[in-house]
């Protein structure tokens, strides 16, 4: 049986809060809303309890969680920090921006997938870091989806995936952001890798460090693990469109639509968004709602522009289409 607890999200109630928390300590497993998406959480110093993340979602046991903080203190008792992850860590969280740096012994191998380095975020949502600090321990959790499916960023997106695999649910309706956390590795200060795109722009981070972002080589050891598995995809075909070519071939009477343009022929569902930003924010939920309306593809616009969340779509569209 997986308990749903309504919360308030920018102000969560105490006593849910403390609920939860006694969920997280006693080993079980509790999704929560973050500002990117919904994580699923669990005590990320207690190798029984990570494992249930990795057999509840399906996924992989080499393919290492975030862990989640709710101060800054508690990164230096977690990984090595250097000057620069302190700047970025200052400057970015609470924040869609995680940090991969060389891990302390603390962190059980479970939780990092084996490696000798973890990945850190403080999370920007008040019931995420109140479920943190209540709990006293940093908290693993990756996006509370079934490995390859999209992102939930609502408590309907977990359930339909975690219904009785999972003791909590702790609904805070919506998330703000909508795609995942930048993930950088900060492992050598000197050649910062953009490991996932995500919901910080890399302009924003090459803005403080004063340096670009390197992309990891293909066959790098040092490529998020994460991006080797396809992704974020509803059971039904996802197709791309850029503006300037040619609309894909589609059943045009059981196709659904989403983008920021009007697109060149008639669908039957059509999602429009006005903006970068709420593209990103509608994006896995569209996914789920298309593929729950019956529609039989999804043709998905493939935003331009270089600045922004733009970046972060793309990556997310790109593995969704399995291209
Ligand atoms: O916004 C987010 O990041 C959400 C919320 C819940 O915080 N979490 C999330 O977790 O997206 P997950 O597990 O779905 O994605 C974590 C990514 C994966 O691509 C994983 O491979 C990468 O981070 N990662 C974790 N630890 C790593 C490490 N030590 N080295 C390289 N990549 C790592
Ligand atoms: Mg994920």
Redesign the pocket.
């Known amino acids: 049986m997986t308990t749903l607890l309504k919360i308030d999200t920018t102000n969560p109630d105490p006593r849910t809060i403390s609920q939860a928390a006694k969920v997280i300590r006693s080993g079980g497993l509790v999704a929560f809303p973050?500002?990117?998406?919904?994580?699923?959480g669990a005590d990320a110093l207690n190798p029984e309890s990570v494992r249930k993340i990795y057999t509840a979602k399906g996924?992989p046991s080499d393919?290492?969680?975030?862990l989640?903080i709710s101060a800054h203190q508690q990164a230096e008792s977690l990984v090595h920090m250097n000057d620069t992850a302190r700047l970025l860590a200052r400057t970015f969280w609470p924040g869609?921006l995680?940090l991969?740096l060389p891990?302390k012994d603390c962190i059980p191998l479970t939780t990092?997938?084996g490696?000798d380095?973890?990945?850190i975020?403080m999370?920007d949502n008040p019931t995420?870091l109140a479920l943190i600090s209540t709990s006293g321990t940093p908290i693993a959790?990756?996006?509370?989806?079934l490995s390859g499916r999209p992102?939930p960023t609502d408590a309907q997106g977990v359930l339909a995936d975690m219904d009785g695999r999972i003791a909590m649910i702790l609904d805070g309706g919506s998330t703000r952001?909508g795609?995942?956390?930048t993930?950088i590795?900060v492992t050598d200060p000197k050649r910062v890798l953009l490991?996932?795109p995500?919901?910080l722009a890399r302009e924003e981070i090459e803005h403080v460090l004063f340096m670009s972002l390197a992309q990891p080589d293909s066959n790098s050891k040092?490529?998020?693990?994460?991006?080797r598995y396809r992704h974020y995809s509803p059971s039904i075909p996802v197709k791309l469109w850029n503006v300037d070519s040619v609309f894909p071939d589609c059943v045009q009477d059981s196709a659904g639509f989403i983008g920021l343009h009007q697109p060149p022929v008639n669908v039957r569902v059509k999602l429009l968004f006005g903006s970068m930003e709420a593209y990103a924010g509608a994006l896995f939920a569209a996914f789920r709602q298309l593929e729950e309306e019956g529609c039989s593809e999804i043709i998905a616009e493939y935003p331009a522009g270089s600045s922004g969340i733009s970046e972060g779509i793309r990556d997310r569209l790109i593995r969704a289409a399995g291209d």
Request: hydrophobic residues 35%; without cysteine.
């Open positions: 973050t500002e990117t998406v919904y994580g699923l996924r393919n290492p969680l975030i989640h869609p995680t991969v891990a990092r997938g490696l380095t973890a990945a975020r999370p995420a959790a990756p996006s509370a989806n992102s952001v795609i995942e956390s993930v590795d490991l996932r995500g919901g040092k490529r998020s693990p994460g991006t």
